[in-house]
């Protein structure tokens, strides 16, 4: 077995069985619910709504060629610098380059899943760079050690008390159980790091073509703060952020709020148009720009699971996710945690070692219905374990399938199998047979009938 | 009407009542029921395992048997959305496609076709207990079936009808996921059956077999006091 499938199974288990955890993050998502349901109310029609959505996200990516260099030239004209990274590691080298290059000291960073994707961090942190995460939920994980559990809300399995712990151990702080205080000793500590950073690196939501913007939607007004305070501004994208025109974002950016959060609209929402011009007083000196590929255009390859850089990271999926309920989003150890995880992973990391994501779900689509940009989400699960068992069968899989399918086309073969079976049944249960002895320990099966349907359909039918 | 049977495997050999009670109710509301024995299984457990190239042989063999059939009639939203909705993907691109799209569009969910194909909500039934229901993931999302399945349940006298939390919550069965991920679906049978066992219903009613297999093995495990029920089970209970 690989190691991210036996370690996704270890995880998943001791999680599974933490009721007390699964009771937090059940009663976290309930007050997510009712607000969403409420600001979806409020759209005079949220199927429509989806349908633009999704068409806006269609039009760009299915034209993404295009579209990319419409918006690069308008970028340019804006003053900023494209640099293109073919995968990770390239866009790791471009940005630890321009650090070099400025002869930075302190970088200060904002939300961005892209640069988890690549591990930036622990490329800076190398390379002997102090990289402080401003996003309060992200400085928690960061004093934490540990990854984001949620990709829009990365602490949501932090209770108060721990927050208040480890504020106390790392910035010395007196405990307190009140949010707003714990948000001011962030907010306080944060803040002269921005002073003091030479670089502000952020990610982008949309790439604006026709105005050659970037777009950033954001709770604290931490990701405007990085991209203007410091010298020097460095964003990292996707190539799939793109999108036509300015008024795409009239609705993606409520849907964005709506969908991930139940919000009307996020807090800030933020066009940057470039480096500092000559005559104004604020914004950063220079503002460069990664685009990165990192499996993207593989995705783009593939005519069925293309929508799936429709995504715009909102998270709806996760929220309404039984699995990522239940296992809780660590468990997944992908950058991209629940039913978006489960998809793309194997694109960007390999279908033989990620398949695993896709096996563990009910395929019971309440993904597909939550997302605003209508993303075939449960389908493509299905359609990751069609590859995955033509790219790497498993023998027992093989096996078990050949079998029972000669079996299915042969009635007689079908109704003496299981008139054994029935007639087995009691003894079956009690021995440690695959599947039969999994669902065994937790779950009782039905006494087996003297008789099936069919028998019992001709004795009364003749 | 002549209605052709469509039982699922489990159904025919380990809850034939379903099955039965299925075909007493079309047979009361006054049309031909036959059942074709060449069936077996539609092969969603391969389908869904990735094994797509058997899952098309079974999907194949499921197309003959109901060749000429006028509509088939299922009681599992989730065996009818495999023909419904799964058998036209498989066969797409093959001879069979065309032959996959009409079946598609003569096999209806149990009560799908008494509301939807028949318009009958009034099966002229009693049941006088306490009923919860669970939606089974693939017959509200995959045949977009909701309200038919109330709409039957109240007509029914004496039945009072009680909506449980976690309403849109899948139970976790997921055909052989509930065995390969056990601990995972077990933890959502527990979301799912703690929530159907707090509404104090007596029954816990269902279009789907299978969802019943996992929520009522959850339940008679853990002791509760609700058994499981199919749809058709209550319908054939006569007034």
Known sequence: MDDSKAIFLKDATVNAADGDQRAFINKALGGYYTNRDLQKARYRDWERARDAASMAKWSAVNDLANVLEKFVSNFERNGGVVHWARDAEEARVIILKIAEDVKAKAIVKSKCMTTEEIHLNDALEKAGYGVVESDLGEFIQQLRGEAPYHFVFPCMHVKREAISELFTKHLGTAPTDSPEELTMIARRHLRQLYIDADIGITGANFLVAETGQISITENEGNARLTAALPRIHIALSGIEKVVNHLDDLSVLLPMLATAGAGQPMTCYNTLYSGPRKKGECDGPEEFHLVLMDNARTRILADPEQRDSLHCIRCGACLNVCPIFKNIGGLAYGTTYQGPIGSVITPHLRGLKQWNHLSAASSLCGACTDACPVRIDLHHHLLRNRRNASKESPTLFDLAFHHGFTFVIKRPWLFALGGRIFRATLPLLQKLPLPYMGAWMKTRDLPKAPAQSFRDQWKNQNV | ?239
């Not at chain 2, 391969?46 to 063999?61: K, L, M, T």
């Not at chain 2, 939606?135 to 079936?145: F, I, K, Q, V």
């Not at chain 2, 059956?193 to 219903?201: D, F």
């Open chain 2, 1 to 239: 009407m002549r209605v052709s049977l469509f039982v699922p495997c489990f159904v025919d050999q380990l809850t034939p009542k379903v099955g039965l009670a299925t075909a007493k109710v079309l047979k009361r509301l006054g049309h031909d029921v036959e059942f074709r024995s060449a069936q077996t299984c539609c092969g969603q457990p391969s389908f869904n395992s990735g094994q797509w190239d058997v899952a098309r042989e079974g999907a194949i063999r499921a197309l003959s048997v109901f060749r000429g059939a006028d509509v088939v009639v299922g009681p599992s939203g989730s065996c009818v959305a495999m023909m419904r909705n799964f058998y036209p993907e498989l066969l797409k691109g093959t001879p069979h496609a065309a032959e996959a799209d009409d079946l598609a569009a003569r096999t209806f969910e149990f009560s799908e076709f008494l509301v939807k194909k028949l318009g009958v909500t009034d099966v002229g039934a009693k049941f006088a207990k306490k009923v919860t229901y669970h939606d089974g993931c693939h017959a509200m999302r995959e045949l977009r079936l909701k309200e038919e399945p109330r709409q039957l349940l109240r007509a029914v006298r004496g039945l009072e009808f009680i909506e449980a939390d976690e309403g849109e919550t899948c139970c976790g069965f997921g055909g052989l996921f509930s065995a390969k991920f056990p601990m995972i679906s077990t933890a959502m049978a527990q979301v799912k059956g703690g929530a159907l066992a707090r509404t104090g219903a007596d029954y816990v009613v269902s279009s789907d077999p299978s969802c019943l297999l996992q929520i009522g093995g959850w339940l008679s495990r853990e002791g509760k006091p609700i058994l499981p029920l199919h749809i058709a089970e209550v319908l054939a209970n006569d007034a």
